[in-house]
């Protein structure tokens, strides 16, 4: 079983549309949790971290179950330049030990 | 651009050939860490540095893979003896003391011929 595992899409969305991302990871001992993006032949980027009260950025909330062991990310009101693939990724420590990925999820927002 | 950087961008080799790839990262950051990555998957982690020392290093490091960080400042990576097998994205990524987060170079895509 991969560590982190997601859909890997493509998600096909219309402008204007709410769409949601949904992760699992098999290590209950990983404690930090993030969102980054990656766009074509580019690096990933941060874009949130995720926190067990959930939190928002924007268009962008993200929620953690650490029960079912379970990540979201929601975006609201979907534009075209959202369009990227949504990695998941998880630590087991506090900082010191390596990021893993999940494969990532690919959005198209279309006009 | 006071970001993660990483030369060169881009590096064909034939089978066979060494190659070496440079990160610098964000001054003051004291960790990094080297990925690959492979289309279709996301990043896997390959070794990481705190300062000069090299404290883990994946399975996936093979005998023909070195890094090395030794001012603690800039690092690189040497693939001896490359294989096809062996294209791919390399990312670099830094993180201060006491984050979470990394943040990531635009890598050095490998290809192999």
């Known amino acids: 079983r991969k560590e982190v595992e997601q859909d890997p899409g493509p998600f096909n969305v219309p402008e204007g549309a709410t769409v949601a991302f949904n992760c699992t990871y098999s290590n209950s001992a990983s404690q930090s949790f993030f969102w980054y993006r990656q766009d074509c032949r580019k690096e990933p980027k941060l874009l949130m971290s995720?926190?067990?009260s959930g939190n928002e950025d924007g268009r962008f909330t993200a929620q953690l179950n650490r029960a079912s062991q379970y990540i979201s990310l929601l975006i609201r009101d979907s534009k075209l330049s959202d369009s990227a693939t949504y990695l998941c990724?998880?630590?087991?420590?506090?900082?010191?030990?390596?990021?893993?990925f999940g494969k990532g999820t690919r959005l198209s927002v279309i006009a | 651009d006071t970001g993660v950087s990483q030369n060169p961008r881009h590096k064909i080799t034939k089978r066979g050939q060494n190659v070496t790839f440079r990160c610098d990262p964000i001054?003051?950051?004291?960790?990094l860490y080297w990925y690959r990555q492979t289309l279709g998957q996301g990043p896997e982690f390959l070794t990481y540095?705190?300062?000069?020392?090299?404290?883990?290093k994946s399975r996936l490091l093979s005998d023909r893979f070195s890094a090395e960080r030794p001012k603690g400042s800039f690092s690189t990576l040497e693939i001896q003896r490359t294989e096809q097998g062996d294209s791919a994205m390399y990312l670099c990524?830094?993180?201060?003391?006491?984050?979470?987060?990394?943040?990531f170079g635009p890598g050095t895509r490998l290809t192999v011929t």
């Open positions: 990724v998880v630590t087991m420590n506090s900082g010191n030990t390596p990021l893993v």
């Open positions: 001054s003051e950051h004291n960790r």
């Open positions: 540095f705190q300062n000069e020392a090299q404290l883990e």
């Open positions: 990524a830094s993180s201060p003391r006491q984050a979470f987060e990394q943040y």
């Open positions: 995720v926190y067990s």
